[in-house]
T-cell receptor, first 113, second 113 residues
Framework: KAGVTQTPRYLIKTRGQQVTLSCSPI?????VSWYQQTPGQGLQFLFE???????NKGNFPGRFSGRQFSNSRSEMNVSTLELGDSALYLC????????????FGPGTRLTVT | KQEVTQIPAALSVPEGENLVLNCSFT??????LQWFRQDPGKGLTSLLL?????REQTSGRLNASLDKSSGRSTLYIAASQPGDSATYLC????????????FGQGTTLQVKP
């Protein structure tokens, strides 16, 4: 069974631009969560999607948004990029959230210059 | 509010040594606890998932225990090898119906040949 895939793996953007990251969960998994990881803040939860609905949201500004498609693939979008958005963005999938094992993708490394 | 703590933040041991990594959580009403491994710049690899009704789980040289009443989990690594060098993270779900995980800050392990 294929694991969680994320594209692209690396991105370099300029301040003010916007970016879209993609996550394809393990087949059959309906929950997709997104995290931002930085050296100073560790892993911070962005949001979770389940069956195309946002089920939970972290404390990030509205510039961070996401969506989930009917095939459970998810995208997250960051508008008006800031230098502080440079981070490793990780997505995780599971069958149905908290009671189930979470599987993470390899991440997308975003650098904002 | 659930908080997860991992001590120590870093650990260096000689090859072959048995070692224990610690994870503590403030709210004992957890549904499960998951241990992950992260190599630099990479995604998280799930090592072990312990359900709340279990006391321990084993996978190869890894053994994870869970004591809900005391709010603690330990990850025991037997006969450590240089390839075990990585950051180890523990995490608990914020509730049963969400994929949001609450992570500790991790323990960075270095196993010296």
């Amino acid at each position: 069974k294929a694991g969680v895939t994320q594209t692209p793996r690396y991105l370099i953007k300029t301040r003010g631009q916007q970016v879209t990251l993609s996550c394809s969960p393990i087949s059959g998994h309906r929950s997709v969560s997104w995290y931002q990881q930085t050296p100073g803040q560790g892993l911070q939860f962005l949001f979770e999607y389940f069956s195309e609905t946002q089920r939970n949201k972290g404390n990030f500004p509205g510039r961070f948004s996401g969506r989930q498609f009917s095939n459970s693939r998810s995208e997250m979008n960051v508008s008006t990029l800031e230098l502080g958005d440079s981070a490793l963005y990780l997505c995780a999938s599971s069958l149905d959230g908290g009671g189930y094992e979470q599987y993470f993708g390899p991440g997308t490394r975003l650098t904002v210059t | 509010k659930q908080e997860v703590t991992q001590i120590p933040a870093a650990l260096s041991v000689p090859e072959g040594e048995n070692l224990v990594l610690n994870c503590s959580f403030t709210d004992s009403a957890i549904y499960n606890l998951q241990w992950f491994r992260q190599d630099p710049g990479k995604g998280l690899t799930s090592l072990l998932l312990i359900q709340s009704s279990q006391r321990e789980q084993t996978s190869g040289r890894l053994n994870a225990s869970l004591d809900k009443s005391s709010g603690r989990s330990t990850l025991y690594i037997a006969a450590s090898q240089p390839g075990d060098s990585a950051t180890y993270l523990c995490a608990v779900p914020s509730s049963s119906n969400t994929g949001k995980l609450i992570f500790g800050q991790g323990t960075t392990l270095q196993v010296k040949p």
